[in-house]
């Protein structure tokens, strides 16, 4: 039910904006979060929006990347500036939803998106 995209190769420095979309009979959605893991690393928290629009960050990109959603659109984006290598990882959104298909408040993962940061 969760789709995100927008993962590419790009230099260090560069932008990206990476996009997550909830879809089927959402009902409401809750919180709305991103993480990334690198390879051979654990997966990394990354950015949190809440239904009221409170953010919060890793430390890592904190200054660098900004979570936003449209609750319009069911969707959560993620706007990463200033690129860095060690940014390279596959990325992850996650959604805490209800639907009319299943009446029960439950954490959706999308499929992940490939990050590259290399010059």
């Known amino acids: 039910q969760l789709q995100a995209s927008g993962g590419g190769l790009l230099q260090p420095g560069g932008s990206l904006r990476l996009s997550c979309a909830a879809s089927?009979?959402?009902?409401?959605?809750?919180?709305m979060n991103w993480s990334r893991q690198a390879p051979g690393k654990q997966r990394e928290l990354v950015a949190t929006?809440?239904?009221?629009?409170?953010?919060s960050y890793a430390d890592s990109v904190k200054g660098r990347f900004t979570v936003s959603r449209d609750n319009a659109k069911n969707t959560t984006y993620l706007q990463m500036n200033s690129l860095k290598p060690e940014d390279t990882a596959t990325y992850y959104c996650?959604?805490?939803?209800?639907?009319?298909?299943?009446?029960?408040?439950?954490?959706?993962w999308g499929q992940g998106t490939l990050v590259t940061v290399s010059s």
């Open positions: 929006i809440t239904s009221g629009y409170s953010t």
């Open positions: 996650n959604a805490y939803l209800v639907s009319s298909s299943n009446l029960k408040w439950s954490t959706y």
């Open positions: 089927g009979s959402i009902l409401s959605i809750n919180g």
